[in-house]
């Protein structure tokens, strides 16, 4: 394990966000979705590509709360622009298991 400072780690950009819209990603190389995740009035509405679509459905994503590191630059994903890495963790089958928050804070907080 590789040790950072504070100051690394100030610089990940962690925020909440909604979900606002979902979709299916057929032309992504491995089963994802396209994700818009509304960060509040600061930031604004970020999307992504995410390989989540063993846990989840377009549908069971929309309004859940979720975290996504904005800062990353943005990728291009099969044609779309990704904003943003949406976070999760690997279950024991390495499917993705979003990191949500609980209770709900308002869209656009900074993970500390």
Known sequence: MTMITYEDFEKVNLRSGTVVNAESFPKARNPSYKVWVDFG?????????????????????????VVGCINLGERNIAGFISQFLLVGFADENKNIALITVDPNVPNGQKLF
């Open 41 to 65: 009035a600061d930031i604004g509405i970020k999307q992504t590509s995410a390989q989540i679509t063993h846990h989840y459905t377009p549908e069971s994503l929309i309004g859940r709360s």
